[in-house]
């Protein structure tokens, strides 16, 4: 939401954060490479000022229409089960964040990502380079045809398999509420072992699965998933308000 | 606004929203946010881009570089952390239009800038930012937001780049004086032939001041 001025006081909105119970935390035991990345100390608190409430407008120009399909790449068909993964970003209050751009990376279907670091002897897939890109439309819908991604093992404990999982990054409209996360498909059976996963406090979990979706499904065609996305919202309601801040 | 003023009721009664039995909200309607996810080893496949690292033009007048490395916390550098850059132009104004005084445009210059530490260091081509209002009727020192992602960090971590040869402007900043003498240096950059060198320490005795937004 826009600020107003008044003589030398700028009123800029303040970002909710999420309750310390419900996010993420920064590092997490159990996820090794946590252990000399993570920072130890306390972060300190920034209160909301013009830099922390403004952000890059990064739209259209960064996005052709085929970035959208990861499916059909260098002229052939990616290998594996079609999905449309679709969804609104919303922020804490419900809104739609329009315009924004949506970026996404994932394994192909073997669970190999097209990366010079990733040994993972599953085949590569020519057609698939597991890169997309959208901007959000006016109501902060997404949405990308792309392949199921494949799990994975990754050595960080015995027996440690990835869940199937699509990254996402998104700038919102504020450099408070950039966010880069991952979507998980429902009812994995990998979520149990997997610390990423588990970093994630149990009560918020929920949040970072997708959600079958029957009506969007494609006869013949592809499965759908749904996944909405919500950033932090302001303070401030768009609603008018008394002059002691009651909603009115 | 007396609370106890009687209002005089000129109308018929019409229930307010937010009120019981309004069939409205009690409470701000709140839905809860999106968990970060650490970027992972591969986030070059999604996040690359061909210009990333310029915030402001290529030869752009008063372009500097502000280069520096990521370390961990035995002291070795991290070569898969991405480093994205977000502040105010020269006069202090912002390329969004959630900047409450108007969107600035400034030529050749658009605030952000994204780069990763594949060689051992970031680097980011940019113009030094203005001063910016502290929102309460003082300004900021000039300043520079950063976000760190890498493997290994599950939640971006979040610092402030300021300038050595700031010292008048810094000693004012109400940030840097919130923080502990010994801990300020760590959001200092220093200069160098070409720009400045901003070094960010995730772990250790000297662990960059981290902020929570």
Same mark, same amino acid.
């Given at each position: 939401m826009t600020g107003t001025t008044s003589g030398s006081r700028l009123h800029v909105p303040s970002y909710l954060r999420e309750d310390d119970s419900l996010r993420t935390p920064v590092g997490f035991p159990d996820y090794r490479s946590t252990g000399l990345r993570a920072p130890l100390r306390t972060p300190v608190d920034l209160p909301h000022r013009l830099t922390e409430v403004t952000g890059p407008v990064?739209?259209?120009?960064?996005?052709?229409?085929?970035?959208?399909?990861?499916?059909?790449r260098n002229g052939g068909e990616a290998v594996g089960q079609r999905i449309l993964v679709y969804g609104q970003v919303l922020d804490s209050g419900g809104r739609p964040v329009p315009d924004a751009l949506v970026e996404v990376w994932q394994a192909n279907a073997g669970g190999r990502y097209r990366h010079v670091v990733d040994n993972w002897p599953a085949p590569l897939d020519p057609h698939f380079d597991g890169l997309g890109r959208v901007v959000t439309d006016s109501l902060g819908r997404y949405e990308f045809l792309t392949i199921k991604p494949g799990a994975y093992p990754w050595g =960080? #404990? #015995? =027996?440690a398999w990835r869940p199937a999982h699509i990254h996402f990054s998104l700038f919102g409209r504020a450099f408070t509420q950039r966010l880069v996360t991952q979507m998980y498909f429902p009812d994995d059976p990998l979520f149990g072992q997997d610390p990423i996963y588990n970093a994630i406090p149990p009560a918020a979990r929920h949040r970072a699965i997708s959600r079958y979706s029957l009506e969007r499904t494609q006869d013949n065609w592809a499965l759908a998933f749904e996944w909405n996305i919500v950033l932090r919202g302001t303070d401030q309601t768009p609603f008018e308000t008394d002059d002691d801040g009651d909603v009115a | 606004m007396n609370p106890l003023d009687v209002p005089e009721a000129t109308g018929p009664y019409q229930p307010r929203s937010g009120r019981r039995g309004s069939g409205f909200l009690t409470e701000p309607f709140r839905l809860g946010t999106t968990p970060s996810a650490t970027v992972g080893p591969y986030l070059a496949i999604g996040?690359?881009?061909? %210009?990333?690292?310029?915030?402001? %033009?290529?030869?752009?007048?008063g372009g500097v570089w502000i280069r520096g490395r990521v370390f961990d916390g035995a002291g070795d550098v991290v070569p898969d952390a991405m480093v994205e850059t977000w502040q105010a132009d020269p006069d202090g104004g912002f390329p969004s239009p959630e900047d409450p005084r108007g969107a600035a445009s400034y030529p050749g210059f658009r605030g952000y800038a994204r780069a990763q530490t594949l060689t051992g260091e970031f680097g980011v081509f940019t113009l030094k930012p203005g001063r910016v209002p502290d929102g309460e009727g003082g300004l900021q020192a000039p300043h520079i937001d950063v976000s760190v992602f890498a493997r290994g960090i599950l939640d971006r971590v979040v610092t402030r780049i300021y300038f050595a040869d700031e010292a008048g402007a810094n000693a004012e900043d109400v940030v840097l004086r919130g923080l502990p003498e010994d801990r300020r240096s760590t959001l200092v950059a220093e200069r160098t032939d070409d720009g400045y060198r901003f070094d960010i320490h995730?772990?250790?005795?000297?662990?960059t001041v981290f902020f929570a937004v």
């Open positions: 990064l739209g259209e120009d960064r996005v052709q229409s085929q970035d959208a399909d990861l499916t059909l =960080n #404990h #015995h =027996n | 996040l690359t881009w061909p %210009d990333g690292i310029w915030a402001a %033009d290529e030869g752009a007048e995730l772990q250790g005795d000297r662990e």
